[in-house]
Nanobody, 120 residues
């Protein structure tokens, strides 16, 4: 069982920046960020596997950057040019498999989430 703890987030104005981080308690092959707003399904934002290959949702390409520190089992998400539609609860997810997409079913381990709010 891998435990995930998110940190960061908070509030920002549209056009601003925020960063969030996730620390895993154990080894993972793939980690990702998802977000959810009430009444909508949780959607994949970005993911990175252990060799550093990243995938982004079209809605965040060019604005968000995912990075990792394998030695620290940490995944980071730098969010820039924020938009109000980026508002939501952001969840960290992890998998012990090296096959992972932006589909939430690929990830058995989840954090509790951290809130990101972007105002216009």
């Amino acid at each position: 069982q891998v435990q995930l703890v998110e940190s960061g987030g908070g509030s920002a104005q549209a056009g601003g920046s925020l960063s969030i981080s996730c620390v895993a308690s154990g080894f993972t092959e793939c980690m990702g960020w998802f977000r959810q707003i009430p009444g909508k399904e949780r959607e994949g934002v970005a993911r990175m596997n252990r060799v550093g290959m990243s995938v982004y949702a079209d809605s965040v390409k060019g604005r968000f950057t995912v990075s990792q520190d394998n030695a620290k089992n940490t995944l980071n998400l730098q969010m820039s040019s924020l938009k109000p539609e980026d508002t939501g609860m952001y969840y960290c997810a992890a998998s012990a498999s090296n096959w992972c997409t932006l589909g939430r079913n690929d990830y058995p381990f989840w954090g509790q989430g951290t809130q990101v709010t972007v105002s216009s």
